[in-house]
């Protein structure tokens, strides 16, 4: 399973599932079989209550918009945004739960300035600090294998 859909299926889980802290909620990004050279790389979040945040967020706070941010705290620089060739900004992901989100994602970039704001009501940027085991397994993997 390539590291992109593994980092979508993370991202609906942690709104779906109650963890017990620490548990790693990631799923490996393929097999010896499927590739015999590829590492077996697992990618899991370094606050184990996240997902409690993105119920909140859901329930509570009912975004409409939820823009995630991933970052890698155990790398200097994000290998998300380094070397990516052919990908716009890798490390941002969007949730859309209304009809109203998806109308913001079909928007230029900047449709909270050109609105004075008033668009970005419902909109919420959640960080998401990632890490990878073994530990510089992300970084060594190629950029179509990041983003798959």
Not at 8 to 23: G, H
Not at 42 to 59: A, C, E, G, I, Y
Not at 115 to 136: A, H
């Amino acid at each position: 399973m390539s590291v992109a859909v593994a980092i979508a299926f993370f991202l609906i889980a942690m709104a779906n599932a109650t963890p017990v802290p620490n548990e790693d909620w990631t799923t490996k990004s393929s097999t010896a079989v499927d590739d015999p050279g590829r590492v077996l790389c697992r990618l899991k979040t370094t606050d184990p209550f996240v997902h409690n945040k993105v119920r909140h967020l859901l329930t509570v706070d009912t975004a409409t918009l939820i823009n995630y941010v991933l970052n890698f705290s155990n790398y200097s620089n994000n290998p998300l945004t380094i070397n990516m060739d052919g990908v716009y900004d890798a490390q941002k992901w969007s949730r859309v739960i209304t009809a109203h989100g998806q109308t913001l994602l079909s928007l230029a970039f900047n449709y909270g300035v050109l609105s004075m704001m008033t668009l970005t009501l419902g909109t919420v940027t959640l960080p998401i600090e990632l890490q990878d085991s073994p530990l510089g397994c992300f970084s060594a993997a190629s950029n179509k294998q990041r983003v798959e």
